[in-house]
């Protein structure tokens, strides 16, 4: 689905995928769970591009629901993969960058759903930073937004006032909320980070659990 000329929506079973379209080649927003290859390359195709159209990967950060297929894709395409260092050793050794606050009959819940959660180890190319400008969508610059994991970044593209939050902001019904709870590394980073986009002036939101959300309001943190 089109949200503005030349950005895609790609929902996955669980997390959004977004594709940016610019005449020198794609970028993709995160991969979505292993297997998921399979529909963002037929989105492509029905686009009318090939899969080596695919020339960037950025990550916003590591866990299973947004990088599961990222191996495959990197294989199938050989697009160039952006995370943070934080999260990019955590990429290459197949795991999360923090670990989930669970107990009792909750930890046990996931440790039977976690099977669909896992991920193949995969290479980062590029390891970003906050203020780096990624050639995408006429300039797609790096935020740094922890809280959620450790290294989470999101990617704000001023010409189009679009920002991809991945995880540190969730929408439900077209109301943005920070990232909480026992799937959050540190809520206090998380509300600094809110502020930090929130400053941005983003008119479009793009997180990746939830509806994109237009005239964006932020949470007031």
Not at 179 to 184: A, C
């Amino acid at each position: 689905m089109q949200i503005i000329s030349g950005v895609h929506l790609i929902s996955g079973l669980v997390v959004n995928q977004f594709l940016i379209v610019d005449d020198d080649g794609l970028t993709l927003v995160d991969t979505g769970l292993a297997g998921n290859e399979k529909k963002i390359l037929k989105y492509m195709a029905g686009l009318g591009h090939a899969p080596d159209a695919l020339k960037r990967i950025v990550i916003t950060h590591s866990d299973g629901d947004h990088v599961g297929a990222l191996a495959a894709l990197k294989a199938a395409t050989g697009a160039r993969v952006y995370a943070s260092a934080v999260e990019a050793e955590a990429i290459a050794a197949g795991r999360m960058s923090r670990e989930m606050k669970v107990s009792g009959l909750l930890k046990l819940l996931m440790g039977i759903t976690r099977p669909l959660f896992q991920a193949r180890p995969a290479q980062v190319g590029e390891c970003v930073t906050d203020g780096q400008v990624l050639p995408a969508l006429g300039g797609l610059r790096v935020v740094e937004t922890p809280g959620h994991t450790p290294g989470h970044v999101s990617y704000f593209a001023l010409s189009a006032s679009i920002l991809f939050v991945g995880d540190s902001l969730v929408s439900t019904g077209g109301r943005l909320r920070s990232s909480r709870g026992m799937n959050t590394w540190d809520e206090a980073r998380a509300l600094e980070s809110v502020r930090k986009q929130a400053a941005l002036g983003a008119r479009i939101v793009c997180p990746a659990h939830g509806p994109v959300v237009r005239d964006a309001q932020f949470p007031q943190v």
